[in-house]
């Protein structure tokens, strides 16, 4: 600290430097980007994030269960996982006005959520024959 921040802390009179206390009883919480998103991108940020640690949890599985059980058990959990998460996106979407944007982000989540399927079911096939 040099003699320029001590000067000025000096000047500053001691009520001005101690924060007054807020008008209200309750402290104001901070807004959060997710509180500005409209319902609809809230379900479809939700929906994408499920797709994408069902995505992770997919390739993780292949790679950590061995075995010739160890895919199938991967593929049941893919399609479940995948099945009631597509589920809870439509009943929760169903009736909702969507931009174009809002179609994409529903595209790239159902995407996901099928690319996983799909790499369950190849990994299924290829290491349980070999």
């Known amino acids: 600290m040099g003699r320029r921040?001590?000067?000025?802390t000096a000047a500053t009179p001691a009520a001005a430097r101690t924060?007054?206390?807020?008008?209200?009883g309750?402290?104001?919480?901070?807004?959060?980007?997710f509180d500005?998103?409209?319902p609809v991108r809230r379900i479809l940020a939700r929906y994408l994030a499920a797709a994408l640690v069902i995505g992770v949890a997919t390739i993780a599985?292949?790679?950590g269960l061995g075995g010739r059980l160890g895919p199938l058990i991967v593929l049941a959990y893919v399609?479940?996982?995948a099945g009631v998460c597509f589920r809870w996106a439509q009943s929760r979407l169903a009736g909702q006005a969507m931009s174009d944007e809002d179609r994409m982000m529903q595209?790239?989540?159902?995407?996901?959520?099928?690319?996983?399927?799909?790499l369950a079911g190849v990994a299924a096939l290829v290491l349980s024959l070999a």
């Open 5 to 8: 921040s001590r000067s000025r």
């Open 36 to 38: 500005r998103l409209s």
């Open 61 to 63: 599985g292949i790679a």
């Open 79 to 81: 399609l479940v996982a």
């Open 26 to 33: 309750t402290p104001a919480r901070r807004e959060r980007a």
């Open 19 to 24: 924060p007054g206390k807020p008008a209200s």
């Open 107 to 118: 595209t790239m989540a159902g995407g996901m959520l099928v690319l996983s399927v799909l």
